[in-house]
């Protein structure tokens, strides 16, 4: 039977898992504490939450929220990267912190609701993120927008280069024609 402070730890991190879009599952074994300090200062700067959980508790919490097969993510020591806005974002920077940090390491994660492999996280972490991707969707909606108004132009400027050669034409007539 779980004490009352672990039964607050579990409805702490059910808090998070509903509140969050996505959360990665890492391994920190082997981080220095200043390492450490810098992991979350650099989750924080991106507005996402690092912790620390034990993997009991925190698949408690996850069977409890619905989210099932997180077992072979909950293995040794781990560590959780929560995003509550870009579900892309925790994936994005939880990349960039492999590179930065040799010891750590994904081990799979959580999207809106859907539990993934590593390899997963690791092609979430190369989506774009939503403001590219809202940049896109808007240049693809412009670009049609821009090639009628281009066409429309063309025509106009056509239609104008064809009324200027029959005025030339006509003034030519004008001025061939004999007087009487």
Excluded: W
């Excluded at 620390?52 to 698949?59: F, S, W």
């Excluded at 077992?71 to 509550?84: A, E, F, H, K, V």
């Excluded at 066409?151 to 239609?159: G, Q």
Aim: net charge neutral; glycine share 4%; proline share 4%.
């Amino acid at each position: 039977m779980p004490t009352a402070e672990k039964e607050q730890i579990v409805s702490l991190l059910e808090e998070h898992l509903r509140r969050s879009k996505a959360i990665v599952f890492s391994d920190f074994h082997g981080l220095t504490a200043s390492e450490m300090v810098e992991l979350r200062r650099e989750c924080r700067k991106h507005g996402l939450e690092y912790r620390v959980v034990q993997n009991n508790l925190a698949r408690l919490a996850a069977e409890r929220v619905g989210i099932k097969d997180t077992d072979q993510y909950l293995r040794g020591p781990t560590g959780l990267c929560i995003s509550y806005d870009d579900p892309a974002l925790a994936f994005k920077i939880s990349q960039a912190l492999t590179k930065k940090f040799e010891r750590y390491k994904i081990k799979g994660g959580i999207m809106e609701g859907v539990v993934v492999s590593a390899q997963e996280a690791e092609q979430l972490a190369n989506l774009p993120s939503r403001p590219e991707l809202l940049a896109m969707l808007v240049t693809t909606l412009q670009a049609p927008i821009q090639q009628l108004a281009s066409v429309l132009s063309a025509v106009l400027r056509e239609f104008v280069s064809v009324l200027d050669e029959i005025r030339k034409k006509r003034e030519g007539e004008q001025q061939t024609l004999p007087t009487s």
